[in-house]
């Protein structure tokens, strides 16, 4: 069965002030985010009606929109608040949270001085980001055709929708031959991230990642580092070449939605869903439910 379309869901919605009705929740065709991929936006997930790292999250949107030349019309203080709010309002325990701004209609073309920012935040039930199945056995990954730009070519500390226009063409291109995702790689060759998750890979029980110059460090990514570290492993953040995938072991990716998920195989490299992986992932559990 397919899932109910977005704008066609029961609930609130905090938009501009308001908390409108899930159905009310709409903006003009002519709005400048929409032509010129003006927009900043969180992905958080709540855990028995607390959202992880709410604060950080809030900051980040903040720090994505400075960076855009947006300036927010909240403190993260306040968007904080809002979040729980429309969390209460909608009734969640365990579910995502879409925190976003956005620039509006007031001028339609490259310059957009003039238009205000708008903010709205929204939140639903949500299980994993992959099956359970998928889970147990790893996901499955293929080359991306798309690499990560370089730092001077795009915004790469923000998390603005500009940037994912190469990652939905990548995972894309992954479903239709049958893979979960895609492994992308930075401009200079280098092995990246996953279309929306942050990499590891293990072998000889030392954890690798590599450095994210250009892509985001996710918060998922900087709470796992802290938890591998915490639990004594050596974590070495540094470029990786794609000739060293065959090196590994053990693999995962990490993300406020991946949660801590196991890679299976990237291309023609396989993966042991093995004891460090499983040992990460339950940690991370544990600390997001707060057990
Ligand atoms: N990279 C990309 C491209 C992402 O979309 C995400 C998800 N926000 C991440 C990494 C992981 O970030 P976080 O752990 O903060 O969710």
Redesign the pocket.
């Known amino acids: 069965m397919a899932a109910i379309p977005f704008d066609q869901r029961d609930g609130k919605i905090y938009l501009d002030g308001d908390m409108v009705d899930w159905k009310d929740a709409k903006i003009h065709v002519l709005t400048h985010a929409l032509h010129y991929a003006s927009c900043v936006f969180e992905?958080e997930r709540a855990y028995n009606g607390v959202i992880f790292k709410s604060l950080e999250h809030s900051e980040r949107l903040h720090k994505s929109a400075a960076i855009m030349g947006m300036k927010l019309p909240l403190s993260p203080d306040e968007l904080t608040a809002l979040k729980d709010k429309v969390l209460k309002a909608n009734n969640i325990q365990d579910g995502y949270v879409r925190a976003f701004a956005w620039r509006g209609s007031e001028q339609m073309g490259v310059s957009a001085q003039l238009t205000q920012t708008h903010i709205a935040i929204a939140a639903w039930d949500w299980g994993s980001y992959f099956s359970a199945e998928k889970r147990e056995q790893g996901i499955n990954l293929c080359m991306a055709q798309y690499r990560r730009p370089a730092p001077d070519m795009a915004p790469t500390q923000a998390?603005a929708a500009g940037l994912y226009m190469i990652?939905t063409i990548s995972k894309h291109n992954a479903e239709a031959q049958g893979y979960d995702d895609a492994l992308m790689l930075d401009y200079r060759g280098y092995v990246a991230?996953a279309?929306?998750?942050?990499l590891f890979l293990i072998k000889d029980e030392k954890i690798h990642t590599p450095t994210p110059d250009c892509?985001?460090n996710?918060?998922?990514?900087q709470t796992v580092i802290k938890l591998a570290k915490d639990k004594g492993y050596e974590l070495i953040e540094r470029h990786i070449k794609p000739e060293e995938l065959g090196d590994f072991e053990e693999c995962f990716l990490?993300?406020?939605?991946a949660e801590v998920t196991a890679v299976g195989s990237i291309a023609d490299h396989k993966y042991t869903v093995g004891p460090i992986v499983r040992d990460l992932r339950d940690a991370y559990e544990s600390l997001v439910r707060q057990l």
Do not use: D, Y
């Open positions: 992905g998390k990652c991230e279309t929306g998750a942050n892509f985001l996710g918060i998922t990514r990490t993300g406020s939605a």
